[in-house]
C-alpha cells in the first residue's frame, strides 16, 4: 500500500493475518448500533471502517447498503462467509492513499469508525486520511465516533502464534502506541471548522454532520 509519508510500517497485505473476525463485538461498536438503531435506517450508504467480525453489518445490511473496511484478510474471509446481501468488504488501510482509489467517487450517509486516529502513524497521514474520510460524506452525511476509542494510543504489529484449534498462524497483535494518537474534543471542533461541518456529541459518542 502507497502512504503519504515516510514512517516504518508493517505490511499486513502479504498474509492471512486473523485479528477480529473470532473476537466479541467491542462496547464502542455497540453504542454506535444502539443509536443507529434508533434513526430506524433505510436506504442508506453506509462506511464502516474496522470490521471485526461483522456484526455491525449483521444489524443494517438488509434495508442499507454497506461498504466495509479491515486491514485483516481472515476478517475480510469471514464477512464473506456470512454471504450477506448489500455488503461490501475491502482489504485496505484506511491511512494509505489506497483508500481513496478503492472507493472510487463513492459517497455515504454514515460513516462509523470508532478509532479514528488510535493506529495512526504520524498526524501528516491522519490529516491526510480525515480529509478524504470526510470528503466521502453525501451531503447530510454524518460521521460517527466513540469518546471512548478516541482514548486510545495503539499500534499492530504481526505476531506467529499458536493454539490447538488454528495451529501455527499469524495475528495482529496490539501493541501501546503513541499518546499523540489520543483524539480530544477540541481536535474534532476544529476539524469541523476547517471542514464545515456541524459538531456534537454526548457521553458516549461524537458526530460530524454535512
Keep these: 500500500m502507497n502512504y503519504i509519508c515516510n514512517c516504518a510500517k508493517s505490511d499486513f497485505s502479504k498474509r492471512n493475518f486473523t485479528y477480529w473476525e473470532s473476537r466479541d463485538t467491542t462496547s464502542d461498536e455497540i453504542e454506535v448500533i444502539d443509536y443507529l438503531k434508533n434513526s430506524k435506517l433505510d436506504s442508506k450508504n453506509i462506511l464502516h471502517i474496522g470490521i471485526g467480525n461483522s456484526f455491525f453489518a449483521k444489524q443494517f445490511y ?8 479491515t486491514i485483516s484478510q481472515r476478517e475480510i474471509e469471514k464477512a464473506k462467509s456470512l454471504n450477506l446481501i448489500n455488503y461490501k468488504v475491502l482489504l485496505c488501510d484506511k491511512y494509505s492513499k489506497n483508500f481513496m482509489f478503492e472507493l472510487n467517487n463513492k459517497k455515504f450517509d454514515i460513516i462509523v ?34 469518546k471512548n476509542g478516541m482514548k486510545w494510543f495503539k499500534n499492530l504489529r504481526p505476531k506467529l502464534s499458536f493454539n490447538l484449534k488454528k495451529f501455527f498462524h ?22 469541523s471548522k476547517r471542514f464545515n461541518l456541524e459538531f456534537s456529541f454526548d457521553n458516549k459518542l461524537c458526530y460530524l454532520k454535512k
Aim: aromatic content about 10%; proline content about 0%; some cysteine.
Design 62 to 69: 438488509n434495508k442499507n447498503f454497506i461498504y466495509g473496511i
Design 113 to 146: 469508525d470508532t478509532n479514528l486516529k488510535s493506529y495512526s502513524c504520524c498526524k501528516k497521514s491522519f490529516d491526510f486520511f480525515m480529509q478524504n474520510l470526510l470528503g466521502k460524506m453525501n451531503k447530510n452525511g454524518i460521521l460517527i465516533t466513540s
Design 170 to 191: 499469524f495475528k495482529l497483535k496490539e501493541v501501546s502506541g503513541n499518546k499523540q494518537n489520543i483524539l480530544t474534543i477540541n481536535e474534532l471542533q476544529n476539524l
